[in-house]
Structures are given as structure tokens and as C-alpha cells.
């Protein structure tokens, strides 16, 4: 996100005018995309006034505001943010709460119509042509509340977006969502407002997320015991089975209080209100412990002998719960060869064989494990699957060349990459490895672009000073001893706070117990002394940290490398 104040355009990624259409589409409205970060309305329609207006300033003091401005994200072009064309995007309670939600193919329209609404920006009109405020239309177009909503197939790769909107409440009307009075003014119908959200209403928004993070997956019996046994599709019963547009499974584990804070645990990544990490949050060993105070009298209780001999001192439940996923996620986000997302999925490096990536079976991956302090305080091992990512740097070594703990290295802003390359792998760069995609590997590839980076964007500022490749786990640099030359060191435990491997936790798609690491007995899972000395599945498969090496193959570490343990 773009800062506030800004000295150049240089220096302005994303700005909130795009981040309330790009990312708002899952955030409810209100906060970041209604208010500027003076506490002010973007723009107040009843005083046709920007915030910045009511605090006496004028456009030309807000032409590098992080709130007020906004930079193309291909050609890096600089302009005002047209909030009084698109409005404000307000609360959106409906959003979560509609009670006759319309899905399609598995898909919540309530969630996509208002996320292509948003997207659509300004480029949005009505039926005659006049141009229609996007973000404040958007939770009308989630109701479906409308006569027309055009929205185009978009190109590979794009989310859609719409380009028409007539809004019509008569719909609403007829359909019993919305009453009129003897004044046609509109309210709501008791009956279109639920207190607890379904689980369609939460899928709606994580499922973009979670699909291409953890290769989570919902509305699935066969992959989630929770999902299954919340819903009654774990029976013989077919009379109690729960539909999957009433499931409210999701209500069971993140329960909220009157604030909206939902029951959470603790992730990897990220940081959403910390302090309320695990608060009112059942772990799983508090709901299937048979003698626990949060035990749910719904849930098995636990009987293995694998829960004894100290497993569960360092180890999560998840961990062997999780085994594997079947639906593919993202693995690898390259930024590096022209400055746009390039994404491969597990199923391009991972396999079906832990141990052997190009097996060619990709009906499911392993995950990698990484520590995480549970709720108890105690540090356990979690499965994870890591996005490995290539980006270029701008290195501050801070006058200090040979002590690295005060060292930054700042990502080049992506538009200011794109613009550099023009959206194409630079001349001299090949695709080494013959995936039909040109890719920077070898260190004369390094070097093009590192010596392309030391010259000026558009606006006439340094690209970077002293411009580095993040890559599998390496910073790599031009060689200040041998000018033109490239070399690379590994930065882990150099307190360089920087990172290539981004861990995602996976914490649901729970197998049943069968499907479990160590099932029946199977100790040679984890245990080399039970497998003959042989690597075992769990700590010596194979994850991968860099697509493309010097040679063009991909590179591959182990979790027991990864984690420093020892063989056992």
C-alpha cells in the first residue's frame, strides 16, 4: 500500500482508490474504503466535498496522497483518485447477513456481483449511458437489487468486472426482501436478515484466498471431517443431511462476539488484531479431550497411543491430520522476469510421491512444516504450504557493508519493474528451462537486470541504488570486488529481515483418522528407525524453494533440512 504522503510518484504503489476496488471486494465496507487516513469521508456527497477540502487543502496538495491519488499499476501514469465518480463504499451488512443469498454453480452471487461491481471502478454506467458510482452501488448490486448487471467474460487471468448497472429496488420488493411503506420509503424484511451468517457468505470471499493460498476447499464431505460431521453427511441418515446453501459449519469454530471479532487462531502470515488471537477459540484438543472443560460432547474423543510418548509436545494436531491436499495451490509467484505475477501451482514442481516431485501424478501435494506457539503457550510444529517468491530489491546496507542486522532491502515497486521491461523478459533472458516461459536464473540474466535497474523510471528517479534478486532463500548482487559479475549469499540468520519462502498455514480440509500420518501403526511415516533407516515421507520429502536454479531445474530442500532435525 502506498503511504500517505508521498515525496514522487516513484514512490506510490497502491493507493487506497485501488485498493478499495481491488481488495475491497472482501472487506465489508466501511473503515479504509469510506474514510481517508485523516478520519475524513473520501468524498461527502451531501457537501460535494473531498476530505481533504474539508481540511482546507486543495487538489494540488494532495497530488502525491496515498488516499487522494492514483498511480496506474501498468504504465505507472499519475492521477487524481475520481471518488466523486465512484463514491464511497459504506458498511455492507447485507453482505454477511442476507438470509436468501443466490448461489450459482457453487458460487455466491451476493459476493461477486458487489466484487465485480467494485472492480468496474469508473468506467461503470447505467442503461442510458450515465456513469453510475461504483463503490457506493455495490452492496445494491450484491442484493441483486437491479435490472441489468452486465459483466463481460474478462481476459485469462482477470477477475471480472462489470461494465453496466440499472438499479432497480423493485426487485428487492418483489421478491419480499425489501418493504415499501405508504411514503415508498424501503426497508428491509425481517425475513431477509439472518443473525448467523451461512457458510456460502463466508466462502464468498475466502474462497478466492484460500483456493490459491492452501488449496482449501468447503462444501466437500470427502475432504473436511468437520465440514462433513457439522452437516450430518457423515451418517446414514440422509433425512438430517444439512444443504450446502444452509451449512453454517463455519459458525461452529469462529463464533463472534457483539464487536465482530469472529474466533480465530493464530496464522503464519499476516496480522489481524493479535490480540484476540485464540480468544474464545477451541483448539483441537480442547474440543476432542475427554475430560477437558471445552470439550464438545459431539466430538470423538481421541484414543490413539500416538496422542502419548511426547508427539503432542511438538507436534500439532494438524500435523498429521492434514497429510496432504488434493486441490492445487499456488506455489511459486514470480515477479522478477518482467514485473508481473507469474504463478505456478503445485501441480507444476509437487507430486503424488512426496519423495519424488516428477512422478507426474499431481492428484495431491505435501505440505512443509514451520513452529507456531499454540494456545497453550507451547511452540508445536503445523503443516504449511510455502509460496516461494522472486523480487527485485533495493539494498540500504546502512554504511555497514559487513554487519548485515541494520540492512533493508525495499521491493522495487512492481509498475516500476513492468515499465522497465516493458512487460517482456529482457533481451539476452531464455527459457532454460523448456516450460514454454522465459525466466531469470543463470547469473548473466541476474546481471541484464541488475544493470537495468540501476537506470531511472519514467519520472526520472533511480530504479535503485543498489538493486538485488530475492531467490530461493539468496540475495543475489553484483560482486563489488569484480564489477559485472554476480554472486549470492544466503540471507537466513543474517537478521536481514527479508524472505522468499512465505509459509501459509493449512488448518482445515481435516482427513479422517484413517487417512492420518502414523495410521494403523505407521510409525515408519516419520520414523526412520521403523522404515529400515530409509528417508521417511514426512520429514524427508521433497519442498520445493527456487522453480528455476542456474540451471533452469527447480530446487528442492527437505523439512528436516529446513527445520534442522535430526534423523530419529
Same mark, same amino acid.
Given at each position: 500500500m502506498a503511504g500517505k504522503d508521498n515525496a514522487d510518484p516513484s514512490s506510490i504503489d497502491k493507493t487506497s482508490f485501488y485498493w478499495a476496488a481491488k481488495c475491497g471486494a472482501c472487506h465489508p465496507g466501511g473503515g479504509p474504503t469510506e474514510y481517508d487516513r485523516d478520519g475524513e469521508l473520501y468524498f461527502d456527497v451531501t457537501s460535494a466535498q473531498f476530505g481533504y477540502e474539508k481540511l482546507g487543502k486543495t487538489s494540488a496538495d494532495v497530488t502525491h496522497d496515498g488516499d487522494y491519488c492514483m498511480v496506474s499499476p501498468t504504465t505507472g501514469s499519475l492521477s487524481m483518485a475520481a471518488w466523486d465518480k465512484t463514491g464511497v463504499s459504506e458498511p455492507d451488512c447485507l453482505l454477511c447477513h442476507r438470509s436468501d443469498r443466490t448461489i450459482a454453480d457453487g458460487v455466491d452471487k451476493t459476493a461477486s456481483w458487489r466484487q465485480a461491481t467494485l472492480r468496474s471502478m469508473t468506467a461503470l454506467v447505467d442503461d442510458s449511458g450515465e456513469v453510475v458510482p461504483a463503490y457506493a452501488s455495490a452492496a445494491t448490486a450484491g442484493q441483486g437489487w437491479w435490472s441489468t448487471l452486465e459483466i463481460p467474460t474478462p481476459p485469462p487471468?482477470?477477475?471480472?468486472?462489470?461494465?453496466?448497472?440499472?438499479?432497480?429496488?423493485?426487485?428487492?420488493?418483489?421478491?419480499?426482501?425489501?418493504?415499501?411503506?405508504?411514503?415508498?420509503?424501503?426497508?428491509?424484511?425481517?425475513?431477509?436478515? *439472518?443473525?448467523?451468517?451461512?457458510?456460502?457468505?463466508?466462502?464468498?470471499?475466502?474462497?478466492?484466498?484460500?483456493?490459491?493460498?492452501?488449496?482449501?476447499?468447503?462444501?466437500?464431505?470427502?475432504?473436511?471431517?468437520?465440514?462433513?460431521?457439522?452437516?450430518?453427511?457423515?451418517?446414514?441418515d440422509p433425512d438430517n443431511d444439512v444443504a450446502a446453501s444452509d451449512s453454517a459449519s463455519c459458525n461452529r469454530c469462529h463464533m463472534n462476539d457483539d464487536n465482530h471479532n469472529f474466533a480465530k487462531g493464530n496464522i503464519f502470515l499476516g496480522s489481524v488484531n493479535d490480540s484476540e488471537d485464540y480468544a474464545n477459540f477451541r483448539t483441537c484438543q480442547e474440543c476432542h479431550d475427554g475430560d477437558g472443560a471445552g470439550r464438545d460432547p459431539e466430538a470423538p474423543a481421541y484414543e490413539s497411543d500416538i496422542h502419548s510418548n511426547g508427539h503432542m509436545d511438538v507436534m500439532s494436531c494438524e500435523l498429521c491430520h492434514i497429510p496432504y491436499k488434493v486441490t492445487a495451490a499456488q506455489l511459486v509467484g514470480?515477479?522478477?522476469?518482467?514485473?508481473?505475477?507469474?504463478?505456478?501451482? *503445485?501441480?507444476?514442481?509437487?507430486?503424488?510421491?512426496?519423495?519424488?516431485?516428477?512422478?507426474?501424478?499431481?492428484?495431491?501435494?505435501?505440505? *512443509?512444516?514451520?513452529?507456531? *506457539?499454540?494456545?497453550?503457550?507451547?511452540?508445536?510444529?503445523?503443516?504449511?504450504?510455502?509460496?516461494?517468491?522472486?523480487?527485485?530489491?533495493?539494498?540500504?546496507?546502512?554504511?555497514?557493508?559487513?554487519?548485515?542486522?541494520?540492512?533493508?532491502?525495499?521491493?522495487?515497486?512492481?509498475?516500476?519493474?513492468?515499465?522497465?521491461?516493458?512487460?517482456?523478459?529482457?533481451?539476452?533472458?531464455?527459457?532454460?528451462?523448456?516450460?514454454?516461459?522465459?525466466?531469470?536464473?543463470?547469473?548473466?540474466?541476474?546481471?541484464?537486470?541488475?544493470?537495468?535497474?540501476?537506470?531511472?523510471?519514467?519520472?526520472?528517479?533511480?530504479?535503485?541504488?543498489?538493486?538485488?534478486?530475492?531467490?530461493?532463500?539468496?540475495v543475489w548482487h553484483e560482486d563489488p570486488a569484480n564489477p559485472g559479475t554476480v554472486v549470492s549469499f544466503e540471507f537466513h540468520g543474517t537478521g536481514i529481515p527479508v524472505e522468499s519462502f512465505l509459509p501459509f498455514s493449512l488448518d482445515h480440509n481435516v482427513r479422517p483418522t484413517g487417512d492420518a500420518l502414523g495410521a494403523a501403526g505407521a510409525c515408519g511415516d516419520c520414523h526412520s528407525g521403523f522404515n529400515g533407516g530409509l528417508p521417511t515421507d514426512v520429514f524427508d520429502r521433497e519442498i520445493l524453494v527456487d522453480p528455476y536454479g542456474v540451471d533452469g531445474q527447480p530446487v528442492y530442500e527437505t523439512p528436516r533440512d529446513m527445520l534442522g532435525i535430526s534423523v530419529f
Open positions: 487471468g482477470k477477475p471480472p468486472s462489470a461494465s453496466v448497472l440499472q438499479i432497480d429496488y423493485s426487485v428487492g420488493v418483489a421478491d419480499g426482501n425489501l418493504v415499501a411503506d405508504a411514503s415508498d420509503m424501503l426497508s428491509f424484511s425481517g425475513a431477509s436478515i *439472518t443473525k448467523s451468517p451461512v457458510d456460502y457468505s463466508c466462502w464468498g470471499c475466502h474462497s478466492m484466498a484460500e483456493k490459491k493460498k492452501r488449496g482449501r476447499v468447503w462444501f466437500d464431505a470427502d475432504n473436511d471431517v468437520h465440514y462433513a460431521a457439522f452437516s450430518h453427511l457423515d451418517d446414514a514470480d515477479n522478477a522476469s518482467t514485473g508481473s505475477p507469474k504463478g505456478f501451482y *503445485t501441480d507444476a514442481f509437487l507430486s503424488s510421491d512426496p519423495q519424488d516431485p516428477s512422478m507426474g501424478d499431481a492428484s495431491r501435494w505435501y505440505p *512443509t512444516f514451520r513452529w507456531k *506457539t499454540d494456545k497453550d503457550g507451547v511452540d508445536r510444529l503445523y503443516p504449511a504450504k510455502g509460496l516461494v517468491a522472486l523480487w527485485w530489491g533495493d539494498w540500504d546496507q546502512g554504511g555497514t557493508p559487513a554487519d548485515y542486522t541494520d540492512d533493508v532491502i525495499e521491493p522495487v515497486i512492481l509498475w516500476r519493474v513492468r515499465e522497465m521491461t516493458g512487460g517482456l523478459a529482457l533481451p539476452g533472458v531464455v527459457d532454460d528451462n523448456g516450460d514454454g516461459v522465459a525466466e531469470v536464473n543463470t547469473e548473466a540474466e541476474i546481471m541484464l537486470y541488475l544493470d537495468a535497474l540501476k537506470g531511472v523510471d519514467g519520472y526520472g528517479n533511480l530504479l535503485a541504488e543498489n538493486p538485488v534478486l530475492i531467490k530461493g532463500g539468496q
